[in-house]
């Protein structure tokens, strides 16, 4: 499974764009790319996934170069409830199931 | 209903105790999982089931002992565990189905915070 690499922790204010960036330079030709949200006690909840270019959604925006060695995970005008940890996970199908492996995953903090 | 609910919420054990962790989804998913989760680290996976096999066995302890009794039903048992066992342990499940990739997203609970005294 591919290894992923986030910042530790990102600082943001409410309204601005939070844009996440993951690195995974090792990423393999069948590997799709996953981001979770998660609030203290509770599980991650699934935010976006895609594969190459960019990938909308009603919460965010995934964006994949070419090469796929990285992804950035895009919020729009991020609000307090958005303080949470974001994880990237990078992995492929196996049958009937997918195996998580959940890197250290970036801490995002939303100040008024 | 999208929900995959766990009991108990909160578990405190001795070390020489019998529990067992509960978790049920009526989502029609075939794939459910175990994670084990330390204070602010990520979740590590511990069991995954697929069609109520066993399908991953991520080197757990064997104190430590999954069971899927039916499709919509997943259970870990305890049984002298350690206090570095305390943790908060979440049950997913996902579709399961080798089809569009998003049918596997997983669905967690919110988890049992698990206390060994």
């Known amino acids: 499974l591919a290894k992923t690499t986030q910042p530790i922790s990102m600082d943001s204010y409410e309204g601005q764009e939070v844009n996440i960036t993951c690195s995974h330079n090792n990423i393999a030709t069948n590997d799709y790319i996953t981001w979770y949200q998660q609030f203290p006690s509770q599980g991650p909840r699934f935010i976006i996934q895609g594969y190459k270019t960019k990938v909308t959604n009603e919460v965010a925006s995934l964006f994949i170069p070419a090469d796929r060695k990285s992804s950035t995970l895009s919020l729009p005008r991020v609000s307090l409830s958005d303080t949470a940890v974001y994880y990237c996970?990078?992995?492929?199908?196996?049958?009937?199931?997918?195996?998580?492996?959940f890197g250290t995953g970036t801490r995002l903090l939303v100040s008024p | 209903d999208t929900e995959v609910t766990q009991t108990p919420k909160h578990l405190v054990m001795g070390m020489t105790n019998k529990k067992s962790l509960k978790c049920e989804q009526h989502?029609?998913?075939?794939?459910m999982y175990w994670y084990k989760q330390k204070a602010k680290k990520p979740p590590e996976l511990m069991f995954v089931?697929?069609?109520?096999?066993?399908?991953i066995n991520e080197s757990v302890p064997s104190r430590f002992s999954p069971e899927c009794p039916n499709s919509s039903l997943l259970n870990l048992h305890l049984h002298a565990l350690q206090p570095e066992d305390s943790a908060l342990y979440l049950c997913?499940?996902?579709?399961?189905?080798?089809?569009?990739?998003?049918?596997?997203?997983?669905?967690f609970g919110p988890g049992t915070r698990l206390t060994v005294l």
């Open positions: 996970l990078v992995g492929g199908l196996n049958t009937g199931f997918q195996k998580l492996v």
């Open positions: 089931y697929s069609y109520e096999k066993l399908s």
């Open positions: 989502m029609g998913h075939r794939a």
């Open positions: 997913a499940s996902s579709h399961g189905a080798m089809r569009d990739f998003s049918y596997n997203e997983q669905f």
